[in-house]
């Protein structure tokens, strides 16, 4: 079963809570009996899961493996995709199923949460916040979902004596995406991205394993039709077919996990882009209009630290200083040194003119980083950027 945990103000279209969930608790001899114990069980843990501000909620069956969506995660390593994220091809058959010792033996049910991020009048601030994804402006989502995913998991623990519950957020290596479709929380667009109708994609997902035998949902249909926005929009051709990313082309791999130079191909074409990337997201349609917007709790409102710096203020910034500014923010995952290549990559995409606070600082960094791979964006950003004045 799936339901929007709306807020009080309906505008995430919840449907009537008690009844969509009693409707449902249906089965076999056995699974009648143990039904109305399946149907109050999911309506607490629906009840506590709105409580705790989650947007959406479904539940997947933890007893059949991924089949197709493993084949599909095979194949995207044969591939390559993963680039430098050799992490990715770790533990694969706990990608497969979840009921096993290496994650929860004995588990039912993955309880497939989704929080929406969305602020949209964060569009309009200034700094370095419109070049962050909008999922890192704020809090560290790990942070703020871990902690409620903890708190849901306790609550399931107490729904019976011997009940098992592990909170999971994408620090697990399952494939989140898989079982949240699975539930029929959304489905997977054909930038990849799990869209849930009524909210759309600017969501993060989490969940709960647990044993504890609760209602799961249907995967509802693929709605993306004969629209390829997303495949056309994305700036660096990430997108090896619809559906299929190839990371190493993604802004969000180039600028956040990959360490080192960048292709100048992929740089230039990175714009503005200083930590991650929405442009898949931004022109999706099932993202537009209002629904969702602006409901995000205050954790992913921007830091106004990002507010009042600009890119050059981050290539001004002592390494130690830079250190304490990301600390406990998602751009930490960059690291300062992987920003402040981000940093010249922005400024040569941007241009500047001669004698210029970017200038200089580009200069200073070519010449005396420590870091070869910032001396060579500094130098390229020069080339680059530099507004030579007309003869
Ligand atoms: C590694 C990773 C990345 C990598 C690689 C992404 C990738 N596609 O492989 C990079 C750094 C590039 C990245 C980027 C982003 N990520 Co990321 N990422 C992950 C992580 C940790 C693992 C993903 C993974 O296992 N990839 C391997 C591939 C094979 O699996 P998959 O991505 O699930 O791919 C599925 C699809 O390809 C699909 N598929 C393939 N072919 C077909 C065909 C059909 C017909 C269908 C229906 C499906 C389908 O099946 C695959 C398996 O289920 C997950 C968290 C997690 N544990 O799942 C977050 C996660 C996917 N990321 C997330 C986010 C927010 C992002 C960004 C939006 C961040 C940003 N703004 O910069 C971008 C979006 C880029 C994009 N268009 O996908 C969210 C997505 C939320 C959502 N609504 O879907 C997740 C779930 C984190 C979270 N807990 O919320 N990410
Ligand atoms: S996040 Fe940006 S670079 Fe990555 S696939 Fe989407 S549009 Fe392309
Ligand atoms: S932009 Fe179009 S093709 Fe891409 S995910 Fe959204 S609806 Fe699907």
Redesign the pocket.
Known sequence: MVLPVGRKDGASGASSLGGRVDGRVTGSAVGSVVGSFVGSFTERVVERARALRFDVVGIASATAP?VE?YD??ES?LASG??GT?DW?AENREVRRRVDTADMLQGARSVICLARSYRRDEDGEAGGLVPGI???ARGRDYHTVVRKKLRQLAAFVRTLGDDVQARPL??D???????WAARAGLG??GK?????VPGQG?Y????EVLTTLQLDPGEPIA?RCGSCTRCLEACPTDAFAAP???D?RR????TS??HEGTIDAELSDRTGPWLF???V??AVCPFNAGKHGAGLATDSFRPHDRWRELSPVDLLETSELDAGSLLEGTPLARAGVRGLARNAAIVLGNAGFAPGSRAHHALVRLAAESPHEELREHAARALVRGLRRPEP
């Open positions: 991924l969506e599909r995660y995207y995709f993963q994220m990715l994804a909008r999922y957020t994408d697990a290596p399952i494939l989140e995406r898989a489905f997977v930038n990849g991205l799990l869209i994609s969501v993060l997902l989490g693929q559906f299929v990313l990371a993604c802004i969000a791999y956040i996990e991650g990337c929405d898949c997201q």
